[in-house]
């Protein structure tokens, strides 16, 4: 079972000012740092749920949410790829002392891939869940990219919530500018992709392709037959914090 802090959280001001929200629990061991996905937030189960263990174990982890997300400062339509890689960056920097292991969920996935690749002497290990690199290709249609093009703009229903997905031009460039899966992936540390097959969102062979495009010899690729986007369920959960906990003590 999951709570959700009830403390409002920390600030932390990126070099311009404005103000990225965190949940930073001391600990042993390498922090856990989870990177939330497209439109979500610090607060979702299964970041309150790998917390609440951490916690429970006293090992150390960091929750926060990017520049126009959840609790922080700024607009989300502001936000690119890069400048969201940037702020889990500044704090990882500012925050954290010692290895990290990040823990990132679709977009999120794609984030700790980037993040592993800028700070390698800090990275111990990634878990994706329905990690989603490289979504920017994969993820539209000729349809989509024209309209991103003529508008500025995507705007679609989502049944992850009540406001409508939302894709800027700026976002989409960023992405392409910041492809993996096109070539080899220099990240050596140990990977784990967990991902749901019946995931309506992301494929679940970009986990193979991601497994296959990684340099690191350490890396697994769990497929959950009846699993969906979210991977939230508490038999999901479970999988989630075994993983994790594998990874601490490698």
């Not at 002497?121 to 329905?130: N, S």
Request: proline share 6%.
């Amino acid at each position: 079972m999951t709570h959700a802090d009830t403390a409002p959280p920390a600030y932390f001001a990126r070099p311009d000012g404005l103000r990225l929200a965190y949940r930073h629990s001391r600990g042993v061991g390498p922090t856990i740092v989870f990177l939330p996905g497209y439109m979500s937030d610090m607060e979702g189960g299964k970041a309150v749920a790998l917390h609440d263990w951490a916690r429970g174990q006293g090992r150390a982890m960091l929750r926060l949410d990017y520049a126009g997300n959840g609790a922080s400062e700024g607009r989300f339509v502001d936000g690119t790829l890069a400048s969201w890689r940037d702020d889990v960056l500044l704090l990882i920097d500012r925050l954290v002392e010692g290895p990290v292991v990040l823990v990132g969920s679709s977009m999120g996935g794609w984030l700790a891939l980037l993040v592993a690749l800028a700070r390698p002497d800090r990275v111990a290990g990634i878990v994706g869940i329905a990690a989603a690199p490289d979504f920017t290709i994969w993820g539209f249609t000729d349809a989509d990219k024209a309209l991103l093009h003529t508008e500025g703009r995507i705007e679609e229903p989502t049944p992850y919530g009540d406001q409508p997905y939302v894709t800027t031009l700026a976002f989409w460039q960023s992405g392409q500018a910041l492809l993996l899966l096109e070539d080899d992936i220099a990240i050596d540390c140990p990977v784990r992709l967990l991902h749901g097959q019946c995931d309506p969102d992301v494929p679940w062979d970009i986990a193979l392709q991601t497994a296959g495009r990684l340099r690191s010899s350490d890396v697994q690729t769990l497929l959950i037959k009846d699993g969906d986007h979210r991977l939230s369920r508490d038999s999901d959960i479970a999988v989630l914090i075994r993983t994790v906990a594998s990874l601490l003590d490698i």
